[in-house]
């Protein structure tokens, strides 16, 4: 099978371990990803800030959506679970995290994270501001710091990133022996001498062997 796609991944995923329910995090312009996802039960979420049109189910941050749904004011149990979330809102490392660690409470045991853009080619595109001189330009922003840093600090989950459609991150749980921080200050050049130690790099046509590991 041919992983072109984020949502190649996904639906493989989806398809080899039968999961039922999907939670996509940013969703933006749909046609880019959510709408090419197959699976039973599909969720988004997304302020509408890019794509105001964007019929979401939750129209609001992933923050207020995992807040206000551990608080019991969603038209879901405090305690529901995903199977697979994909992880594609804002590119700075601090979200991005944060983003992780909700997903993580609320993902089944043998559940799957999912981000997009952990493989940035160069320091243009890994900057923090999405906007020049006013205009938007492409980016992937800051994700790969945090594939970096839970590859370096968490012995309980396992994380690769797939060399397709800007880097696309893959977490599940499983015991990891963490790769040493020795870039503490997250300095790109350092990152991309090392960047297929540090992100976990693996090729499109190891995904599949990986999954299965």
Known sequence: MSY???????????????????????VSDPS????????????????????????????????DFFFNLEKGNLDLD???RWDIIFIDGLHISTQVMKDVINSLYHLNPNGYI????????????????????GQQQPWNGTVWKVIYNLRSTRDDLQICTVNTD????????GNFNPIKLDNPFYEFNQ???????????????????????
């Open 166 to 173: 800007w880097g696309v991150g893959v977490i599940r749980r």
């Open 32 to 63: 880019e990803c959510f709408n090419n996802v197959i699976c039973e039960n599909k969720m988004g979420v997304d302020p509408g800030l890019e794509f105001p049109d964007n019929p979401v189910k939750y129209p609001m941050t992933s923050d």
């Open 191 to 213: 990152m991309s001498k090392n960047r297929r130690r540090d992100l976990g790099i693996i090729e499109v046509h190891e995904f599949e062997h990986w999954i299965n590991y």
């Open 114 to 133: 999912l981000l997009h853009d952990c493989n940035p080619e160069s320091y243009f595109m890994q900057r923090e501001d999405y906007y020049i001189d």
């Open 4 to 26: 072109t796609y984020r949502y190649d991944l996904i639906n493989t995923l989806i398809q080899k371990f039968g999961f039922k329910n999907y939670l996509e995090i940013g």
């Open 78 to 80: 405090p305690g529901f």
